[in-house]
């Protein structure tokens, strides 16, 4: 998508409230004295119409996602709200046009939602909104107070411009507060405390269309939890259900490009395939090896784009920070060139990943197996029992990979097992991370002494990539008949960086197995 074709992203922060009548003089004085101003003049009228699509069984409201039309106001287009947070959600806006069709754009960003089923008008929601502007003490505009008067009418979805469902649209008011400019959450909450006094209070739904199709949607299942009375089944599988509602919240990050996105969704990949990995006593390995293979071909995708944006701000750190006299002709262009390109060839793989076929069938397959859990008996024991011995197995299998690498002189080799011993290592914080809930303290503490460990050894590869790159900077400038010395140098420097971490790895092995042997008795 080209800068120019990029749709608007704008973060809402907003709070809705019951209220059959409208918001008298008295209480909007008493709202504006809360955000620190005076009471605003009359308000503004707009006139708004706007259309809802979703699949035919609401996918996209069961993922607490919206799609609209909406004409009229002064936001008029095509709007997807993502979730962001409490109260908070990112809107994602592309121009009206002409088509009543979704836009492709918005379409791509919600198909872990939709999963390519069609998307057709659901609910037709009509606004008759009066809005006063809050301001602060300097006169900024802080927050918007509405008072919404709406009729909504039912469609069927598929019916293009639709058919009434219900004889009788509903209809109902309310109140909505949301923050503009430089509002923030605290002023939110002394309008909220401004509204309770007048007894206005919050609505128990946090959109029109939630309420409009509230009793449409079935209840959701019950989550697994984790606790210390749990069994072990209903531990793990609490970790799988989060990881997958991450994989699902990260996927319109990764589409966006939007920071740490790529980084997200490949660490639930990894924590995901980790645990199928490691509790294969409590989860049939018939069930979960084929996960456990579609997983890490999707953290794959992803990893290029993680790894370049990792090496790309270390090596454009120590680019910078060579003195002149090292840094012998375009240093910084060259390598600014150099990561330009690949960044580019690893974002449109990644994205290729979530547009492929393949990716809907994985997020599929996760949800049948959380809807259909493929537990052995050992999985109905309790948790506090069973865990610490699966976490013991996980121990040795990062001792066994450290053993083989003091095998090894200094070198690649050495280097290799290192790098395995840093996989087992993740699988054992992921092991602990999973049996936090049950196993109390011991088994934070142990997810802490591994997460410095892999901090270590998480440095030692990240010098191993880097002195890679570093070799393929020096000969791209040698084949642009530049002077590839400064790339040496650095290559000479990350060598270095990697030796003195080995010494450490081994102080902070005791102290993991320390931590281990408490939690495994």
């Given amino acids: 998508m080209s800068n ?45 119409s706007a259309t809802y699509y979703d699949t035919a069984d609401l996918r996209l409201l069961r993922s607490k996602l919206t799609l609209r039309r909406r004409v009229g106001g002064d936001d008029a287009g095509w709007h997807l709200k993502l979730p962001a947070g409490a109260d908070s959600r990112d809107e994602v806006r592309r121009p009206l046009g002409r088509a009543r069709k979704p836009p492709q754009p918005l379409v791509a960003l919600s198909r872990a939602a939709h999963r390519d089923a069609p998307l057709e008008p659901v609910v037709e929601l009509d606004t008759v909104r009066n809005e006063w502007t809050l301001t602060d ?47 923030t959450v605290e002023l939110l909450d002394r309008i909220d405390e401004a509204l309770q006094r007048a007894g206005v209070h919050r609505s128990a739904s946090s959109s029109k269309l939630g309420r409009v199709l509230a009793d449409r949607i079935p209840p959701a299942p019950p989550r697994p939890e984790a606790s210390t009375d749990a069994t072990a089944g209903d531990v793990v599988l609490a970790y799988v259900t989060e990881q997958a509602e991450t994989i699902h919240a990260t996927d319109p990050r990764v589409r966006r490009d939007a920071p740490d ?7 639930a990949c990894r924590r995901m395939r980790s645990t199928f990995q490691s509790f294969r006593a409590l989860l049939d390995r018939n069930h979960t ?3 456990v293979a579609e997983l890490r071909w999707l953290a794959g995708e992803l990893g290029g784009a993680r790894d370049l944006e990792v090496q790309e701000a270390r090596i454009t750190a120590d680019v910078a920070a060579l003195p002149p006299e090292l840094a012998m002709g375009p240093v910084a262009a060259q390598t600014t060139r150099f990561f330009a390109t690949r960044r580019a060839s690893a974002g449109a793989t990644a994205t290729a990943a979530l547009d492929s076929d393949r990716y809907l069938a994985l997020l599929d397959a996760v949800d049948a197996l959380l809807a259909d859990p493929p537990l052995t008996d050992e999985a109905a024991g309790p948790a506090v029992d069973v865990l610490p011995g699966l976490i013991g197995k996980a121990t040795k299998r990062a001792a066994r990979h450290l053993k083989a690498a003091h095998a090894h002189p200094p070198g690649h080799e050495r280097d290799l097992e290192l790098h395995e011993m840093r996989k087992a290592g993740k699988r054992l914080r992921y092991a602990a991370e999973v049996s936090e809930p049950a196993l109390g303290k011991q088994a934070k503490r142990l997810v802490k002494a591994v997460k410095e460990l892999q901090e270590l050894l998480g440095e030692h590869q990240d010098s191993f990539v880097a002195r890679d790159l570093l070799r393929e900077l020096g000969a791209a400038a040698a084949a642009e008949g530049a002077n590839g010395f400064a790339y040496g140098w650095l290559l000479r420097d990350e060598q270095a960086r990697a030796e003195g971490v080995e010494a450490d790895v081994d102080v902070a092995w005791t102290t993991v197995k320390r931590r281990a042997a408490a939690v495994t008795g």
């Fill in 4 to 48: 120019g074709d990029a749709p608007q992203i704008v973060r809402e922060t907003e709070r809705k409230y019951e209220s059959a009548e409208p918001p008298g003089a008295e209480l909007i004085a008493e709202l504006a004295a809360a955000a620190g101003g005076t009471a605003p003049a009359a308000p503004a009228r707009h006139e708004l």
């Fill in 137 to 183: 003490s300097h006169g900024e505009a802080v927050a918007t107070v509405t008072d919404d008067r709406v009729t909504a009418r039912i469609l069927g979805a598929g019916a293009g411009g639709g058919t009434s469902v219900d004889t009788e649209p509903l209809e109902w008011a309310e109140i909505e507060v949301e923050l503009t400019g430089q509002g």
């Fill in 261 to 267: 996105g790529v980084h997200a969704m490949r660490v």
């Fill in 289 to 291: 090896d084929d996960l």
